[in-house]
C-alpha cells in the first residue's frame, strides 16, 4: 500500500469525528482521536496543540503496563532501575509531554490556512494566541 501524502483531516472531519488507530498491534496500542470542535477563525499557517496530558510512551515498552512501570522507575530517582531506564529512554529520544516544545515543532509544517500563505512569515513572531494556554 503506499504512504499518503496529501491526506488533510479537513477533508473526514465531518464525516468522521471519531477515529480509532492502531499504532502497534504486538503491544497493542489502540487510540481514539476525536474531533471535538472546529475553530474557524484560526489564521496562524501551522497546526496548534491545544491540549493534551501525559506523553508517548517509548518503542518497546510492553503495552500499557509497561509504560506504567516504565514512568514509575523513570520518574522515582529512589527506584533501583531508575538509571538504567532513563539511558534506555534516551537513547530512544523519549520525553516527557511539553505543549510548548510539540507546537514549536509544529510550527514547522507546512499548512496552508487563510491569508499566512500569502505573506513572509519568517519575521513574524506570534504574541498571543488566544487558543493556547500561557
Known sequence: MRKPTGLKIDDYREMYTKV????????????????EDVVEDY???F???????????????GGLHGFYEFLK???NKEH????????????????????QWINERLKGIKY???EWDKIS???YNIVEDKYRKS
Open 112 to 114: 496552508k490556512k487563510t
Open 121 to 123: 512569515h519568517d519575521n
Open 80 to 99: 533501583p532501575e531508575h538509571e538504567e531506564v532513563r539511558t534506555w529512554a534516551k537513547s530512544l529520544y523519549f520525553r516527557e509531554y511539553d505543549a
Open 73 to 75: 522507575a523513570y520518574r
Open 20 to 35: 480509532t488507530y492502531t499504532y502497534d498491534f504486538g503491544d497493542g496500542w489502540c487510540f481514539t482521536v476525536m474531533l
Open 43 to 45: 489564521f496562524f499557517g
Open 47 to 61: 497546526p496548534t496543540l491545544l491540549d493534551g496530558e501525559e506523553t508517548a510512551p517509548p518503542e518497546d515498552v
